[in-house]
């Protein structure tokens, strides 16, 4: 397969003034009619290439003639020398067939309704185009079918029987495309935005699924009010559409006006829905409606500016979380996803900057380095520049480009523009790959703190070598009697080695460093027990306090592991100071009660110069949770009893009680057979405590009837059946996991055409991680064998399976050797799609 480089981008020969699409719509046979009208680029004359893929061509024909024309599997090519040089209107009449597109890129059949995803390269296998985010046009879709619900992008104009035609006012490249045919019924709602604007607001369903719409509203009218309010971003047409699907690769899709959801990510309820998913929900509805100015108004030039839009507008929906809800909280479920997520990513084979330089498919491309790590360099901006600045610059970068598909440079200008500062620095963020480390020595005399920092980044896959970054970072002082003595301060380091001073000190005091998790590294820092206790104790950061239990538990669990070091005394009570502390957040409570997951322990102990042992890690920490079940006992039934809720409701205040009451719940279990989840179970009135007892269980080793009555009561319903596959196979005894995976593959209600029940299965495997990396490699074959099947009907949630391997270097020679040949049995396959190739050949390196 080609490489496609960020060097070699070069503006198209013809951009696109308008466009008519008709269709109509048949399983197998759907008419695509288009009429573009073209307009030559002046300053970079040549052929007109229009992609297009899957594609029966029945007509084409430039203002009403015949022309000669090349087309093969991927192109159409009119030479410059048979068209017009002034502004000519391309004709095409196409076939496609949705039913068979199990790819679910392009436009596609889930439960009789037809839907699209065009991004990033979809729109080519619904008509020949130039699928590329710089050609932006407006289009006029027609729609025929019987269906009763036909929707497009935009505003409806014309409604007749058999047809609805829709017409988008604002330019837009042919990824933001959508359609949707199909017999949906609406929850609606309106927003008045600002300047008075009165807007149609629709989610639209499968009949039944009516009922699970309200929550996803509010949320959205939030997302509209918190863009005017906090960034003065309007929604600009009559009506938003939002439809949810069952078959989608994605979690959503931000086309103009029309976006469309994996029904995952917006039907809520609280028999159905937990409290993380009530979260998600919310936290993607805003993301897929801030993209309206950040994504849609203001577009990518080409894709691998992806983190243009996608990093910005996480960004943007982590702080409207925050918002609604707990900044606290969320940022160290932020930090927790990041270093899970994009860590892991940076630190192995798949390593790549946030804007790449290269790909080969850019579905591979759409990561956590893109998106998560992408919101920091975001969020490092603003701390650098501060509030007032960091609007400034968005205003600037709003009102210079709106209409446009631009660039990072373009971004970092108008910054540069607004406050004046230099830039040049900051950018490597986006162009060098890997996770910064950062140390940090200390020294104290006369009244005067000196904290020096020094900084490196390991190589990565094509950057050998890496130049500073700017870091900031964010420290407070703690004195020894708990006060703080220095608030919160922005240090800007920006050489290899720097350091900072603190004066007029009385005693020397502790410091708190990386506050809010200031910049995305990895802070190593000598530390003793008794100072993070000390720090878990008194910082008055959030996300410094939580830090420092963390590390406890995690020096805790290594000693375990390395040493069979029972868990100290100290660690185990400042955990229940935590737990009984009333004063602060349950949610932070339950957060502080969370132990590192076990990959992250496998990555630390190879970041140690110990080779991984996933048994004895899986052994360690049931330990610990064994242990803490103990010494915890006599405070634990009172918590679990303070933290009833009444009604359900899902905010902040009432799942952070549901989160802390099941963390009790998942020791208390290890202590009473089971009885207080049992009961739990039996009684819950919503999803997050009836699946939050059944984990609980699961996680003991018991459950095997609740398991069995969960499954008997919802197998109905195809969202909550995915928890009952996910977790079976994520809990499942580590000699288990291989088999029971198997064994629900072939389970009736299995299938590899719904992405979201095979992510249930194969995607919890992996996070089994005893039960993944378990002696004899039986889940590295099965999940092998399954990317294999899975890339015949559906290459790109093929590729994101193979992630799962990204990490075998840390890993006996014995392991080494079973996942090379797994990956290498996958690589083999005749047929093979360039999606999972292009992976798996960065896997093995
Ligand atoms: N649907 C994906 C997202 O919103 C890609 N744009 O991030
Ligand atoms: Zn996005």
């Known amino acids: 397969p080609q490489t496609i480089f960020l060097r070699d981008y070069e503006a198209p020969h013809h951009w696109v003034r308008d466009v008519a699409l008709t269709f109509r719509l048949a399983p197998r046979t759907t008419r695509v009619i288009s009429r573009i009208t073209f307009v030559p680029n002046e300053l970079n004359r040549g052929d007109l290439v229009l992609n297009g893929e899957e594609l029966q061509l029945i007509a084409a024909t430039v203002d009403g003639a015949i022309v000669n024309m090349e087309v093969d599997d991927t192109h159409l090519r009119i030479a410059s020398a048979d068209l017009p040089q002034k502004p000519f209107v391309f004709e095409a009449e196409v076939e ?93 709602g309106r927003f008045t935005t600002a300047s008075g604007r009165d807007v149609e607001l629709n989610i639209w369903v499968r009949p039944g699924d009516e009922d699970k719409c309200a929550f996803g509203m509010e949320a959205l009218r939030k997302s509209m009010k918190w863009d005017e309010d906090t960034y003065g971003r309007e929604y600009d047409l009559d009506i938003f559409n939002i439809v949810a699907v069952d078959d989608f690769n994605m979690g959503a899709m931000e086309n103009k006006g029309l976006n469309i959801f994996n029904s995952s990510c917006v039907l809520a309820s609280k028999e159905t829905s937990t409290d993380a998913n009530f979260e998600r929900i919310e936290g993607i509805i805003a993301h897929e409606y801030f993209h309206n100015w950040t994504g849609n108004r203001i577009t990518c030039r080409d894709w691998f500016q992806l983190c243009l839009k996608e990093g910005l507008t996480v960004y943007r929906d982590q702080m409207f979380s925050g918002d609604m809800r707990s900044h606290a909280v969320k940022r160290i479920e932020e930090v927790l996803a990041l270093r899970a997520r994009q860590f892991r990513e940076d630190n192995g084979p798949l390593a790549h900057p946030v804007r790449p330089e290269s790909f080969v498919e850019i579905n591979n491309f759409y990561t956590a380095t893109v998106y998560e790590k992408g919101a920091e360099i975001i969020g490092m901006l603003r701390r650098l520049i501060g509030d007032e600045a960091y609007r400034k610059g968005c205003d600037l970068y709003f009102e210079r480009h709106d209409g446009e598909a631009v660039t990072i440079e373009d971004w970092l200008k108008a910054f540069e523009d607004a406050t004046g500062r230099d830039l040049s620095q900051f950018a490597r963020w986006y162009s060098q790959a890997g996770t910064p480390r950062l140390k940090v020595s200390e020294s104290f005399a006369e009244g005067r703190l000196t904290l020096t920092f020094a900084q490196s980044t390991p190589p990565t896959p094509g950057q050998p070598d890496k130049a500073p970054q700017v870091l900031p970072i964010a420290v407070g002082l703690i004195g020894p009697n708990g006060d703080e003595v220095v608030e919160t301060r922005v240090l ?58 963390r590390m406890l538990a995690k020096d805790t669990l290594v000693a375990l592991i390395l040493e069979d070091t029972p868990p100290a005394r100290d660690y185990l009570d400042a955990i229940r100071a935590v737990l009984t502390d009333d004063s602060l957040d349950p949610a932070f409570r339950a957060l502080v009660l969370g132990l590192p997951g076990e990959d992250d322990l496998a990555q630390t102990l190879f970041d140690a110069g110990v080779t991984p042992d996933p048994q004895k890690i899986h052994d360690a920490r049931e330990t610990l949770r064994g242990s803490l079940a103990r010494h915890l006992s006599d405070a634990l039934p009172t918590v679990f009893r303070q933290m009833e809720t009444g009604a359900f409701v899902p905010d902040a205040d009432g799942s952070g009680k549901r989160a802390l009451r099941l963390s009790v719940l998942s020791l208390l279990t290890l202590l009473d057979a089971g009885k207080e989840a049992k009961a739990l179970f039996s009684k819950a009135d919503n999803m997050t405590e ?156």
């Open 96 to 188: 496609i067939s949705p039913e068979t597109n199990t790819a679910l890129e392009g436009l596609y059949m889930s439960n009789g309704m037809y839907c699209t995803q065009c991004e990033a390269e979809g729109f080519r296998k619904i008509t020949y185009y130039p699928d590329r985010p710089d050609v932006m046009g407006v289009f006029t879709v027609r729609v025929e079918s019987d269906l009763p619900v036909l929707l497009s992008n935009g505003n409806p104009v014309e409604r007749g029987d058999g047809f609805a035609v829709w017409h988008d006012p604002w330019p837009k490249p042919a990824y933001l495309f959508a359609l949707v045919a199909g017999e949906l019924v609406n929850h609606p």
């Open 492 to 549: 800007e380091m920006t050489e290899a080695t720097q350091s900072f001073t603190f004066d007029g000190l009385g005693a020397r005091p502790v410091a708190s460093i990386l506050r809010d998790f200031s910049a995305p590294v990895i802070l190593e820092r000598e530390m003793d027990a008794a100072t993070r206790a000390f720090l878990l104790a008194h910082d008055t950061d959030p996300f410094q306090k939580w830090e420092m239990g």
């Open 690 to 845: 009836q699946a939050g007892a059944l984990a609980a269980l699961l996680a003991a080793g018991l459950g095997e009837e609740e398991l069995a009555a969960f499954g008997q009561m919802w197998r109905h319903d195809r969202l909550v059946m995915d928890k009952w596959f996910a977790l079976q196979v994520a809990l499942a005894a580590p000699a288990r996991a291989a088999d029971v995976a198997r064994d629900l593959s072939h389970h009736p209600d299995f299938t590899m055409k719904n992405p979201n029940r095979f992510r249930a299965v194969f995607g919890a495997l992996p996070g089994n991680h005893a039960g993944f990396h378990h002696a004899g490699g039986a889940a590295y074959a099965l999940l092998a064998d399954q990317i294999i099947a899975l890339d015949a009907l559906n290459p790109q949630t093929a590729a994101r399976m193979t992630g799962a391997f990204e990490t075998w270097r840390r890993y006996d020679a014995d392991r080494q050797a079973m996942i090379r040949a797994a990956l290498e049995r996958i690589r083999a396959k005749t047929g093979l799609s360039r999606d999972v190739t292009e992976m798996v050949t960065r896997i093995l390196g």
